[in-house]
């Protein structure tokens, strides 16, 4: 895979750093960004660093400008950014709902567009979208974060087909709970009453479980780096443990009302 180059954002910690770790030891050329990156460093574990914040038409631009100068178009782009507030649907704010959308779908949105025109220029191009399970069902308390991978998976089909003519792949990639990274980035919505704390404080307890249980970045990016290499991506990709497969399958077979009761007990809502 000598050669090839991959732009990462959201590489500084979670599946998106061990994306770049993956595939920088599979020898891409990797280019990874994150807010937390100060400036154009190489790195030994992430290749270049550059900074980028998903949220800024200006970082967009500026990382893409630097990237370019380093390597040329890209092969290939993983949008992995991303931020998580959990708290009440009825109580977590519109700028609590329009920061996780600014992240993880609009943020998704800009980068690629930045991208496509000059991976259409060259004739070739894939495209990788960090969804969720979150993108296929729900998780309570988490109505933001589940919204925009809803969001991202709807946008992702419908790239899929308008860039295959132009010889452009986009995957989608749906990860289970994995541990490690995200702490740091599921803050509680400012605003929590009584009326919702009680099942809040089960729901978080759940949710921090399954994390810490969950699968290992590492193999994550392993199986990410091995699906990118191939001529042809998969549609979809799932890294998700027995449990969480066995869900989304019934997620699509049972009734809805009965899934969201099953769903509520496991979280003890």
Not at 170 to 192: F, L, N, T
């Amino acid at each position: 895979m000598a050669g090839k180059t991959v732009w990462i954002s959201g590489a500084s910690s979670g599946l998106g750093k061990a994306a770049a770790q993956a595939l920088l030891a599979q020898g891409w050329q990797v280019v990874s960004g994150a807010r937390s990156f100060k400036g154009n460093e190489e790195t030994g574990e992430l290749g270049r660093t550059l900074p980028l914040d998903v949220r800024s038409e200006q970082s967009v631009a500026a990382f893409c400008e630097e990237a370019l100068s380093l390597y040329g178009v890209p092969d290939a782009l993983i949008n992995a950014a991303g931020i998580l507030i959990m708290g009440p649907a009825e109580e977590t704010s519109l700028s609590e709902y329009e920061a996780v959308m600014d992240t993880v779908f609009f943020g998704s949105v800009r980068l690629t567009q930045a991208v496509l025109p000059l991976m259409r220029e060259k004739g070739s191009g894939k495209i990788v979208m960090l969804s969720s399970v979150n993108g296929l069902m729900p998780t309570p308390f988490q109505s933001a974060y589940v919204a925009a991978k809803h969001a991202l998976e709807g946008y992702s089909e419908c790239l899929m087909m308008e860039a295959r003519p132009h010889n452009i792949q986009v995957m989608i990639v749906e990860p289970g709970d994995h541990r490690g990274g995200q702490d740091k980035y599921r803050a509680s919505a400012a605003a929590i009453s009584k009326a919702y704390q009680d099942s809040f404080t089960r729901v978080r307890a759940t949710v921090h479980h399954d994390e810490s249980t969950g699968g290992h970045p590492e193999a994550f990016g392993k199986k990410l780096a091995r699906a990118l290499s191939r001529k042809k991506l998969p549609a979809r990709l799932r890294a998700t443990t027995l449990k969480e497969t066995a869900a989304i399958i019934l997620h699509d077979i049972l009734p809805g009302r009965l899934f969201a009761r099953f769903l509520a007990g496991y979280y003890k809502v």
